[in-house]
């Protein structure tokens, strides 16, 4: 079946420091990828997104590139801040017909200290 | 325009009581999901609903479990004879009838059952 693998936390970071989270995945076709962030307290808001093989997603200075050789979206910034201190998740969608529900990884949970 | 709610966001029950919470998508959103979060994992898919069509069941969701959407807009999530199992994060999402179908998730309901 489909499933989301990510590096396993915590992670810690000094301020400005660079972040790579990796995730891999295993899934039939061609699913759209997602990174979630949940900030403490908080509901999982939508970070980025990609829908096909070398598409790159971005926001909020963070960046994932869908590598379909690799069955990787591993997500980057280039400076980390202290309000990045979060839990991520990387999760997918099935292509094809009927396929809605989000597969999770099991999230890395990311401390940036000062 | 706002978020997707849920009601209670914390829920102290007694094993075996029922319980029953409320989610309030975004209002134009016609597709409405059901996720189930444990301590350190990442979301697990309950079931999922176009307008007021109930269109996937995960296994996940044992009898005891219903949920409902009768006018497709506001759903219910319905635990009988709750277990201490049953102790999760419990979260709603929703999303357009349109692809890639991101879907936006509420705040969720802390559920304890003691």
Known sequence: GDSVTQMEGPVTLSEEAFLTINCTYTATGYPSLFWYVQYPGEGLQLLLKATKADDKGSN???EATYRKETTSFHLEKGSVQVS????????????????YQLTFGKGTKLSVIP | DTGVSQNPR????KRGQNVTFRCDPISEHN??????????????FLTYFQNEAQLEKSRLLSDRFSA???KGSFSTLEIQRTEQGDSAMYLCASSLDLYPYEQYFGPGTRLTVT
């Open chain 1, 60 to 62: 909020k200075g963070f």
């Open chain 1, 84 to 99: 990045d201190s979060a839990v991520y998740f990387c999760a997918l969608r099935l292509s094809g017909a009927g396929s």
């Open chain 2, 10 to 13: 914390h829920k102290i029950t």
């Open chain 2, 31 to 44: 597709r409405l999901y059901w996720y189930r979060q444990t301590l350190g994992q990442g979301p697990e």
């Open chain 2, 68 to 70: 409902e959407r009768p």
